[in-house]
Structure formats: C-alpha cells, structure tokens
C-alpha cells in the first residue's frame, strides 16, 4: 500500500488557527463504519451516540513548555531548543535549530538570565541531540517560567491561553503534543457522561513530535514508527476489562489511546496493566483487538494518523468522509473538528 493512497486535497484556510471558544461546540462528524453512514454534529451530541456500560478511554498526558530559546555563550544568534524525550534527571533527546552550529563539544547554550544552561552530548543518526541542562532548583519550574508551548507547524497563529492546548483532564507531565481529540471535551460533558452510566478509564501515553513526522517510505510497510512512553494502570484495566465483559464498547478518545490498548491487547482482547514503549504502526489490514470506536480529529494527508483511522473504516471511506468534511468547510487538525467512529463492540472471547 502506497502512502499517495492517503493524499487528500485540503484548502490552507481550513487549518484551524485557534481553538473554538467553547471546546465541546465544535463540530463532529459521525461514521458509522457498519453501515458507511455520514452525520453531521455537534461535540456535545457526543453523549447520544454512547451507551450506558460503553467505555470512554482518556489519555490524561500534559503537554510541558518543551520549546526552549537560548543562544551560545558569548554569541547573539537564537538558539531553539525543543524536548522531545526525557532520559533522566538532566538529559533529554532533543531537536535543536539551527543544529550545524550546535555539537558536542561547543559552547554551553544559556536561556534566560542564566538559570537555566545546556550542553551537547551526542547527535543521534536522524540528527537529535542528546543535551544536558544544568540548573539550580526544580527543572518543571524553571521550564515553566522559560518555555513555549510546542504548537504544530501548522499553526501560526499565537496561543493567548497555554491551557486550551490541554485536555481538561490532562494530569501527567510528559507530551510534546496534546491528544488533540479530548480537547473537545469540557468537565460538565463528562460528568454528564458519567452520569449515563458510561465508564471512564485514564491512560497515559506521552505524545512525542514524531507524530507530525512525515511518511517518506513510498510504500507505508517500510515506515518505521516513533516510540512513545505509556502506563495503564490496573485500574484502568480493570474498567476496560469489565465493561468488555458486560458487552460495553470500548471508545477510544484518539490515536494515542487507540496505539496504546492495541499495544498491550491480547487476542482475546484482553487489556494488561503495563508501562513501556510503543512503537505500533496501525494501518489497514489490522485487526483490533480491544478498540471498537474511535473519536478523533481530522489528520494530515498521508500521516500515520489518517492510515490508522482508515484501518478502523476502511481507507476508501475516510476518504469520502474527508472530501465532504472540505465540502462542507470542517476545520482540520489539531485546534478543529472532530469525528466519531462508532459501530457495535465485537463479541468477547
């Protein structure tokens, strides 16, 4: 299968610059991947299409400041810094621009008025560096005092407020990039969730950028995926479990959670309590082993994202689904609309 199979054509103007002011009034798009029927919603109609005993699945990552600017000791020109992966205390992988004037060996790399200083350990074979930060204090404040928020590339437009690139739940420190489909959701939809008799479990996979890395390999079997860091707790999997059990459906909110429960399903669909890394490649063909629907956002063209939402409802119809979503002027990617996947739950083993 060839990665031009997932090409669409998306006008510019309908990347969303911004957040809509109410997160659950943005628009939602409902395919059902039984029948091929299209709907056309709004968020907060969410609630109608999920059953009591159906299970919501949340991944509550927090996104860190992780966009640094500095400049070399004794030098002007800007420096930037972005974390993708922590290691330990003080090291961490990251992307560094422009990179040909930052090696190992050269000149610490100041931020701020010097509370913060970095230097190059190693340059990784794709060009990451290996950096550690020097500092007094607590590394989480210092970050949160000097950092930017790692908006996509696609985004030009300034954040005014850090807290709409979160879930209303995110609680674990870690991600590069939110789990842009829960940032639909508001406190007062979930709790009205809960109170449908819809269970909830939260599971963390920390989002790294090679999310919005593209597909290079022409034929999709030769990409090779990022690795990313997960936990599920055994209460998580408890609730997974049991509302399998009982014949609830399994709703995973986003690409994240849905890479994160096909890595530690067994055949019988089982979840197991786990933490490590993913590195799952989704893309038709697959079969799922706990998901059964899906709510996500609009993803770029041949990006890992649009191959895994086309192995839940099969390529040709994402496709269709995606033409009309730029017909009927959706707002695409990470700050715009949302689409459910929905269907019946597969039988448990």
């Known amino acids: 299968m060839k990665k031009e199979d997932f090409n669409y054509y998306l006008p510019e103007e309908l990347i969303a610059q911004h957040p809509v002011e109410n997160r659950e009034e943005s628009r939602l798009m409902v395919i059902d991947k039984d029948t091929g029927d299209i709907e056309d919603k709004y968020f907060k109609d969410i609630i109608s299409y999920l059953e009591p005993g159906d299970c919501l699945v949340l991944n509550d990552t927090r996104v860190i400041p992780a966009r640094l600017f500095g400049h070399r000791e004794g030098k002007d020109e800007s420096i930037e810094i972005l974390l993708l992966r922590r290691i330990d205390k003080t090291k961490w992988e990251t992307l560094v621009r422009p990179g040909k004037k930052v090696r190992p060996g050269g000149k610490n790399i100041i931020f701020g008025d010097g509370e913060l200083s970095a230097k190059v350990l190693d340059i990784s074979e794709d060009g990451t560096r290996i950096i550690e930060f020097e500092y007094d204090g607590i590394f989480e404040e210092i970050l949160d005092k000097l950092g930017e928020m790692p908006l996509p590339p696609y985004i030009k437009e300034k954040l005014e407020d850090r807290e709409r690139y979160q879930t209303v739940y995110s609680k674990n420190n870690g991600s590069a990039a939110a ?96 933490s490590g890394w993913t590195n799952i490649f989704i893309y038709p063909g697959y079969e799922f082993k706990v998901v059964d629907c899906l709510i996500t956002n609009f993803h770029l063209p041949e990006s890992t994202l649009i191959m895994l939402v086309s192995a839940l409802v099969g390529r040709e119809k994402i496709l269709e689904a995606y033409n009309l979503a730029v017909k009927k002027r959706y707002r695409f990617f990470s700050f715009g609309d949302a689409m459910f996947i929905k269907g019946g739950g597969k039988e448990w083993l």
């Open 179 to 274: 789990p842009t489909a829960g940032l639909h959701f508001t406190e007062e939809l979930l709790k009205q969730i809960e109170m449908k008799g819809v269970n909830i479990a939260y599971i963390t996979l920390h989002v790294g950028l090679g999310t919005f890395r593209p597909v290079k390999e022409e034929d999709i079997e030769d990409h090779h995926m990022h690795s990313e860091y997960f936990e599920v707790s055994e209460e998580a999997a408890m609730v997974i479990n049991d509302s399998k059990k009982n014949g609830g459906r399994i709703i995973s909110v986003g690409t994240t959670s849905t890479r994160t429960l096909e890595s530690i399903g067994t055949s019988e669909g089982y979840i197991v309590p786990k």
